[in-house]
């Protein structure tokens, strides 16, 4: 069963730093992407940033220069650096990967979030 954790939201002042992670674990065949999406209350889901198998990433226009998303193959970890943080960067963090698991189709998996907060 492949599983995504995440780990390192926390409460921080505006201008400070957080790093995310994200862990895929379980028997996996093959990652092509991997991101972060957020969702802040009352607002629709969106895509924070996302770096696919070949190293390429992309990032919403609202974060560019501040954050940097970084993969480790092999541990199957994603990393979101956030730095100049902004109180509208608060929200529910959750990674997502597409995979293809050892035994079975390739899918889309999420993980179960990792609250960011950001105060002014």
């Known amino acids: 069963q492949v599983q995504l954790v995440e780990s390192g939201g926390d409460l921080v002042q505006a201008g400070g730093s957080l790093r995310l992670s994200c862990a895929a674990s379980?028997?996996?065949?093959?990652?092509?992407?991997m991101g972060w999406y957020r969702q802040a209350p009352g607002k629709p889901r969106e895509l924070v940033a996302r770096?696919?198998?070949?190293?390429?990433?992309t990032y919403a226009d609202s974060v560019k220069g501040r954050f940097t998303i970084s993969r480790d193959n092999a541990k199957n970890t994603v990393y979101l650096q956030m730095n100049s943080l902004k109180p509208e960067d608060t929200g529910v963090y959750r990674c997502?990967?597409?995979?293809?698991?050892?035994?079975?189709?390739?899918?889309?998996?999420w993980g179960q979030g990792t609250q960011v907060t950001v105060s002014s």
């Open positions: 997502n990967a597409v995979l293809t698991p050892t035994y079975g189709r390739g899918a889309e998996y």
């Open positions: 770096i696919i198998s070949g190293g390429s990433a």
């Open positions: 379980g028997s996996i065949f093959s990652i092509n992407a």
